[in-house]
């Protein structure tokens, strides 16, 4: 599988519903001022900035070096780093995280270096995508795929945990999970469905030529025009959030 390319520049043109949606995850982990906080899966840097200006001192890290640059134009300290690989010690009072944790998909890694980088009792607050999350969009690109051998295998890049499989891995990790809820949320796609195709999917079609990408857009909008477009509404991706709180015991 190739890796997910970002266009920081497009991500926030189509994408700002992502940070948006996100504002009472911040209310969840109720930052105070002076905690040292880490944001992984940065990307532009919406909310860590909302996070510093409430005081606290940030850092934020993502694997790719457009999201960190955009991060740091707006003023936040903020590396490139592949988070299955982080190398912090009793240094956070929280690691915080939106919409990140399901790109990386081997989770015990990324639990470990959570871990490993907060202080005692240091807290984990985080939302990816769970299970049943995107189903619909899921089931139509491997369709189309199938229908389409010339496409090659259709690999599913992300991990949508249930409630009980990442309560169990944060458990074996050493956290306490305080809360955890799996939350239906359709999210109105305000730029359409091409456009997010082009830009969450793109590790799974960068392989494909000119036309073979547009056989795939439209075979897999004309699969899912009955079921997630309506006139009044537009599009509307069948989101499903998993959001808890971890303790570091
Ligand atoms: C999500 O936030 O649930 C998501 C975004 C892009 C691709 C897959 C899932």
Known sequence: MSQQTWNADEYKQHASFVPSLAKDLV??????????ILDLGCGD????LELQQRGCSVIGVDSSPGMVEASKNRGIEAYVQDAHYLNYHH????VFSN??????????????GVHAALKPKGRFVAELGGHGNIAALLKAMAEVFAENKDFGEFVHPWFFPSIKDYQHLLEQQGFEV??????PRPTP???GLGKWLEIFADS???????????VFLSSVKDKLR????????????????????????
Do not use: C, M
């Open 226 to 249: 009955p079921i997630l477009y309506t006139e009044d509404k537009g599009w509307v991706a069948d989101y499903v959030r998993l959001r808890f709180e971890a303790i570091k015991v």
């Open 204 to 214: 799974i079609t960068r392989h494909l030529q000119a036309e073979q990408n547009d």
């Open 189 to 191: 796609l305000n730029s």
């Open 178 to 183: 305080k809360t955890i809820i799996l939350t």
């Open 99 to 112: 919409a990140a944790l399901h790109w990386l998909t081997q989770p015990e890694k990324v639990i470990q």
């Open 91 to 94: 240094t956070f009072d929280a």
């Open 27 to 36: 209310e969840l982990l109720n930052p105070q001022p002076g905690e040292t």
């Open 45 to 48: 840097g919406l909310l860590t």
